[in-house]
């Protein structure tokens, strides 16, 4: 959504701000600002788009000071401009947030009415206006936190400083993650671990309705009901180093080339590869009496759970619901008793699965997470978690995280499935040990170096781009497409190849690229047909297949790419890597933000 940060000590904080806000850009970009306290006046410095934007108005005059805040955004209301940049500020108040105050509209209107009207577009300002008004009637800090909190709605991560009270900066958290870190005579807040790693590894996060006022050399956190509690400090293991490109132009490029080594620790962390035996963490129930699993993601997340329907249906005969985060809970959805609900999130903070869980918790379920950060909410309020090792993820369009995500589904389908007695030993062992080769697999797609050229330029200037799967790589055109929409602006759809005739097919005229996800599998003829049918109708095809599919298909597509065969259950994984290949290469052939594309945000 949006990422902030606040420090106050006895040393100036604009560049260490800045620099903690830039390991949080991944949450927005937006906008970005800074604001201290100096000589008991706020101070302000604010620019539309990239840091790199803030970074160069800071460099054009001074703002200093012991005690401040600062924000990157991703816009929900109001357009990305300088005036509606946080932080906002109404008096003698400066006010970061991340989330929505539901409420706003009617709290502006009460403002309107005592003819104080809002400088900006966005929710925010309403609340530096309440601390401010608060703080003027002769409240203290923390009345007026109490008196704030009863009157907002919404979603929040707050920091609040008020030029009167140099000396502390106030806190809020609702659903919005924030987490405090101890320094030596400092305090250090962020919305997450990792802004704050480098400056202290000593964190303590704020529970949902946790508010806190902070002074140099403490937190003090009270909950919901006001009473003062403790949060344990943990050691974070959020990496302290800043993170570069190495070799790679872009953190996409970077993160498609690690995958190899990290689907291999991923794996290693779940399967003994001497033994071959599977370990997975304690659940709460028993895989052998499950009922029915409920999956619930956002985004490529959300596609890793479509394959795992396939797995966890196939492999060990569980029925499997997958929903998208943001539908889940306003649907009622069916949740059997003593069922269990899987949330799978790269970053562990994505509102809409964060939700999603809460409701599936309050509804009875044993609740698994798997996320890429352990410290994450989701993993927090999680009674099993399971990690992808894919490291740090910077780019906003997932990539590793997604093919860890696979790994740690499919293991987790083949030992529930050996449990259940649903899979032969056998055939979890011959699927096992070609999962164990796919890192080599994946290395090897990299050395053959296929020529992306032509086939990106073709799709860089193409309007449309189809992308078409069957059965468990249905799955796999849905993130193709998805991959290829986010770096490179380019209108893609995916579609279930046999769902074309149904509608979809009418968008096929004279040269349309079409990109078949097509391995010698089970599904193969059908898709064959697919295909045809797609040439027959001016189609070009982008065929992705192996040796087999490519001795049967190979006349009727423009590009071909090949791909060794592996067990038609690891197809997704394997296949996920051509896709991702193609949107970079056409992304960068149309020179878009790979890594930071218009609009999005790696966490929302
Ligand atoms: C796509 C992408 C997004 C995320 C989605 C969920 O490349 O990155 O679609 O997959 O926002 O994010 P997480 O997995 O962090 O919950």
Redesign the pocket.
Request: charged content about 15%.
């Given at each position: 959504m949006c990422g902030i940060v606040g420090i106050i000590g006895t040393e100036s904080v604009t560049q260490r701000i800045l620099a903690a806000l830039k390991r949080l850009e991944y949450r927005g970009y937006d906008s970005a600002g800074i604001s201290t306290i100096n000589k008991q006046k706020i101070a302000r410095c604010r620019a539309a788009g990239k840091l790199s934007n803030l970074e160069q108005e800071l460099n054009n005059g001074t703002l200093s000071g012991t005690i401040g805040i600062g924000h990157t955004r991703w816009a929900t209301h109001g357009v990305p401009n300088v005036e509606n940049a946080h932080p906002h500020v109404a008096g003698k108040v400066a006010v970061v947030h991340n989330g929505i105050i539901e409420n706003y509209q009617q709290l502006k209107e009460e403002f309107a009415d005592k003819g104080v009207l809002m400088q900006t577009e966005t929710d925010t300002e309403v609340v530096a206006h309440l601390a401010s008004q608060y703080l003027e009637a002769g409240m203290q800090p923390t009345e007026m936190m109490q008196a704030l909190l009863s009157k907002i709605r919404g979603a929040f991560a707050l920091l609040i400083m008020t030029a009167d009270h140099p000396d502390v900066l106030l806190a809020a958290r609702k659903s919005s993650p924030l987490a405090i870190a101890h320094g030596d005579g400092e305090m250090f807040l962020g919305s997450d671990a990792l802004a704050l790693a480098h400056l202290s590894r000593k964190i303590s996060y704020l529970e949902d309705g946790d508010w806190a006022i902070i002074t140099k050399d403490e937190a003090k956190i009270y909950n919901l009901e006001n009473e003062v509690i403790d949060r344990p400090i943990l050691i974070t293991e959020a990496s302290d180093k800043t993170p570069d490109k190495g070799k790679y132009r872009h953190y996409m490029e970077k993160e498609i080339h690690e995958q190899p080594e990290v689907i291999g620790y991923t794996l290693a962390s779940y399967r003994n590869p001497t033994t071959g035996k599977i370990t997975l963490p304690d659940f709460a129930f028993s895989p052998l009496k499950l009922p029915k699993l409920t999956i619930v993601?956002?985004?490529?997340?959300?596609y890793a759970g479509m394959v795992a329907k396939y797995w966890f249906e196939k492999l060990a005969r569980i029925p499997t619901e997958v929903d998208i985060?943001s539908e889940f809970r306003y649907r009622n959805p069916v949740l059997i008793e003593n069922g269990a609900s899987l949330f799978?999130?790269?970053?562990?903070?994505?509102l809409d699965?964060l939700m999603a869980q809460r409701y599936a918790r309050d509804n009875g379920q044993n609740i698994i997470s798997l996320v890429?950060v352990p410290e994450s909410t989701?993993a927090r309020e999680s009674d099993t978690v399971l990690r992808t090792l894919a490291g740090p993820e910077i780019s906003?369009?997932?990539?590793k995280?997604?093919t860890t995500q696979l790994i740690t589904l499919l293991t987790m389908a083949v030992h529930w499935g050996q449990l259940r007695g649903t899979l032969s030993d056998e055939m979890a062992s011959s699927i096992m040990d070609n999962l164990t080769e796919m890192p080599s697999l994946l290395a090897a797609i990299f050395s053959d170096d296929l020529d992306w050229g032509s086939v990106s330029k073709e799709l860089a200037s193409s309007r449309d781009v189809i992308y078409l799967g069957r059965g468990i790589n249905f799955p796999i055109a849905l993130e193709g497409a998805?991959?290829l929409k986010?770096v490179s602006y380019i209108h893609a759809e995916g579609y279930a190849a046999g769902e074309m005739k149904h509608g979809p097919i009418a968008l096929l005229e004279k040269g349309v690229p079409v990109v078949m996800v097509a391995p010698h599998d089970e599904w193969f003829e059908k898709t064959s047909s697919n295909l045809k049918e797609a040439l027959a109708r001016g189609a070009r095809v982008v065929l992705l297949s192996d040796d087999k599919g490519i001795e049967k298909l190979h006349e009727a597509a423009t590009w071909v790419f090949r791909m060794p065969e592996v067990h038609q259950m690891l197809t997704p994984i394997l296949y996920s890597l051509p896709v991702q290949l193609l949107a970079y290469h056409t992304a960068r052939q149309k020179g878009t933000e790979i890594d930071q594309p218009r609009n999005?945000a790696?966490?929302?």
């Open positions: 993601a956002a985004g490529t997340s959300f985060a799978i999130s790269q970053s562990g903070e994505s699965t890429n989701i906003v369009a997932s990539t995280a997604f998805l991959k986010e999005l790696k966490s929302v």
